[in-house]
């Protein structure tokens, strides 16, 4: 099975940045897409970005220009950089893999355990 870690969380001020990290482990065929949602206090899961193995990449409009989600593939693990942080990015963010543990099994969601970002001053 595949373990996914995230990890560069905290507490930061507006306007500062962060980095986060999420590492996959176990067995590990392919990671055919990362996303990173992030759930807001009293608020639903949101997307906020999305990587295919091919390196297209996608946005919440919310965070359009301040976020960028990359991956290095050999090290099977995805990055969220987070720029020009605001009060509302304040968020438990999870990482997610659609990934195939074998060559002979189907691909399938993995999740993370989150981590959490809090921006104030």
């Known amino acids: 099975q595949v373990q996914l870690v995230e990890s560069g969380g905290g507490l930061v001020q507006p306007g500062g940045s962060l980095r986060l990290s999420c590492a996959a482990s176990?067995?590990?065929?392919?990671?055919?897409?990362w996303t990173w949602y992030r759930r807001a206090p009293g608020k639903q899961r949101d997307l906020v970005a999305t990587i295919t193995s091919g390196g297209t990449t996608t946005y919440a409009d919310s965070v359009k220009g301040r976020f960028t989600i990359s991956r290095d593939n050999a090290k099977h693990t995805v990055y969220l950089q987070i720029n020009t942080l605001r009060p509302e990015d304040t968020a438990v963010y999870y990482c997610n893999a659609d990934a195939s543990p074998t060559f002979y099994s189907g691909s399938r969601p993995y999740w993370g355990q989150g981590t959490q970002v809090t921006v104030s001053s």
């Open positions: 176990g067995s590990i065929f392919s990671i055919y897409r």
